[in-house]
């Protein structure tokens, strides 16, 4: 079976650099906001081109961490509103409503999956007070249009860039330098994946860099100094460890991935299938390859029967979740054809090449 993603396989290329770094840790005899954190801190910092990145225990975190920080400084207030999109991962809406804001859902374009500047603009009220773009299945959205949107609202734009690692635009600037400030994260399975749970908040805004990594940590500047009511989101030291030798092969990962990408584009050849839209560059950094296909369950169980694993990012919509029924009246017809009918083929470094010449001919043969 070629499984959707073998995560033992991806962190084995690491396994003598883990261990020696694990030893390293254990002797260290420092165990939270070490020596490890500082230095990612640094580097993916460096990576993303911010002046800041403070590490924080999960994506969710990073995005929750990032509004509460814009409330404490007074540039939102509770009840403001957010656009963001329908088309998302469920974090990326209750990321808003924890802050206490208020998310409103605008449509993606069908073909790229994200939202575009022209039809955030419709959703702009006297109540919009920030924009949560988010880089779905790591294609930057729309970037230089949505910040020059921002800009001319006097906006606060803020990236969900959970799955966008390296992903960069037309000007060589990447994810996490597109916004007023970003979230990462790095659960296992994405790009840039940990051994467990960790993210991000990258920013160029030195006063919320200063209150994201108080609040991280009990609210305090200094050892027992509480300033602010904070909460305790630090990211693992180990984590960030173990991110920083794993970062310095995310670029080659990512140029695997496009490689894989662009051999599906160009040699899957199904009328039933509908490729992703990709223009080539590196603004994508292909953490999922998601293709549309009606009857989406049939061509799982073909793909399954003939030893291919495939998954769905996702399955609901956040606006059809039962934690959000307050919004299950919403007329979002694109996104949810797109949640009805998206299927995740494999794509990672890991995968060989008579695994993706198989994927091929497989998806070809569908009838
Ligand atoms: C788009 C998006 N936003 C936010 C998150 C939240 O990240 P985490 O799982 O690290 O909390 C994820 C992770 O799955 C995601 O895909």
Request: aromatic share 10%.
């Amino acid at each position: 079976m070629i499984k959707f993603l073998d995560l033992h396989k991806m962190n084995m290329r690491f396994d003598a650099q883990f261990k020696v770094e694990f030893q390293q840790f254990l002797d260290s005899g420092y165990y939270v906001l070490g020596e490890g954190t500082t230095t990612f801190e640094t580097n993916y910092a460096k990576y993303c081109g911010t002046t800041h990145c403070i590490g924080v225990s999960t994506g969710l975190d990073a995005l929750i961490l990032i509004f509460k920080a814009y409330i404490q400084l007074g540039k939102l207030n509770k009840g403001d509103e957010v656009l963001v999109p329908a088309n998302t991962y469920i974090a990326s809406v209750l990321s808003i409503m924890e802050a206490g804001l208020k998310p409103v859902f605008v449509e993606p374009n069908k073909a790229t999956f994200n939202w575009e500047a022209a039809t955030i603009k419709k959703h702009i009220s006297n109540k919009t007070k920030a924009i949560l773009t988010v880089h779905l299945y790591g294609q930057l959205a729309d970037s230089e249009a949505i910040l020059n949107l921002a800009q001319d609202h006097n906006l606060l734009l803020i990236e969900d860039a959970a799955q966008a690692h390296g992903s960069e635009n037309s000007f060589g600037k990447r994810a996490g330098n597109l916004s007023h400030a970003a979230a990462f994260s790095f659960y296992p399975t994405k790009n840039l994946g940990a051994l467990g749970e960790a993210g991000a908040v990258t920013t160029n805004d030195g006063a919320l860099a200063k209150v994201v990594t108080a609040l991280r940590n009990y609210g305090s500047e200094k050892k027992y100094e509480n300033v602010r009511i904070g909460v305790n989101n630090r990211i693992d030291e180990i984590q960030a460890r173990f991110l920083n030798i794993k970062l310095q092969h995310l670029d080659a990962d990512n140029d695997s991935r496009r490689a894989i990408a662009k051999q599906y584009l160009s040699n899957i050849k199904n009328d039933k299938i509908t490729l992703p839209f990709y223009d080539g560059t590196n603004n994508h950094n292909f953490h999922l390859f998601v293709v549309i296909v009606e009857n989406r369950k049939v061509f799982i169980d073909y793909l399954h029967k003939n030893g291919i694993q495939a998954s769905i990012h996702y399955p609901k919509p956040p606006h059809k979740q039962k934690a959000l029924q307050e919004f299950s009246t919403l007329q979002l017809p694109i996104t949810e054809y797109i949640h009805k009918n998206c299927v995740s083929l494999p794509i990672n470094p890991v995968l060989t090449h008579e695994e993706r010449d198989k994927i091929i001919k497989i998806v070809n043969a569908y009838l």
